[in-house]
């Protein structure tokens, strides 16, 4: 395969998982209303360091450990509980959300630590890492440390791409929303991650850990 080839066929397989909603969108969608359009760039940096641990951990081996059922339990309750209590922070911080474009300083790293642990977890990213994930990284490897790179940057270029557009898309779009729109969609987001975490919970068989 082609240096050029595995940039571009990385980067579609990336788009079309980053284009699927999930908690990591809802999360971009949610502070983005509360901040601004850099919450989706920040918000996937952390994204995008755990995704490099992901392929460390599947280059030296770990990807049967992460496959075996238990662990993907596991995996559902902390993921499950944490969308959970992300969800009711969501709820109960509407009122004090400001529309306005003030220049509030916010805290950079803890939209970079919600990239990194809304990944995490949701079980989902996990099991895509461990079936399509590390079937294209085999493709990448015999290719030496270049290929997997640019397996990585293409994978990683498209989060970046896909949620930048989609937290300055609804940035700009602010001004022409009224605030009690934007409120209730916090809510939607709010019981969304909520619905989502029971939802984790719910797949997971208690006979798994006897």
């Known amino acids: 395969m082609k240096f050029y080839l ?30 601004n359009y850099k919450a989706g760039p920040l918000i996937i940096i952390g994204h995008s360091i755990l995704e490099l641990l992901m392929i460390t951990f599947l280059i030296i081996g770990f990807g049967e ?40 300083s916010y805290c950079n790293y803890s939209l970079i630590f919600k990239g990194i642990f809304v990944s995490l977890s949701n079980p989902y990213w996990t099991i895509w890492w461990v079936t399509i994930g590390i079937v294209y990284l085999s493709f990448a490897l015999p290719y030496g440390f270049f290929g997997v ?48 975490g029971i939802f984790l919970i719910s797949k997971v068989r208690p006979h798994k850990f006897i």
């Open 6 to 35: 595995i940039f571009l066929t990385s980067f579609l397989i990336g788009l079309s998982g980053a284009i699927s909603p999930g908690p990591l969108l809802a999360i971009t969608i949610e502070q983005t209303i509360k901040r």
């Open 65 to 104: 450990t992460l496959k075996k059922e238990i662990v993907r339990s596991y995996l559902n309750i902390f993921g499950g509980f944490f969308l959970i209590f992300f969800g009711f922070l969501t709820l109960i911080s509407i009122k004090k959300i400001n529309f306005s474009y003030s220049k509030t």
């Open 149 to 196: 790179f640019l397996f990585f940057f293409g994978h990683i270029s498209s989060d970046f791409l896909w949620y930048s557009f989609v937290s300055y898309s609804l940035y700009k779009s602010k001004k022409l929303i009224k605030e009690k729109y934007l409120n209730y969609l916090s809510v939607f987001l709010g019981f969304f991650l909520i619905c989502f």
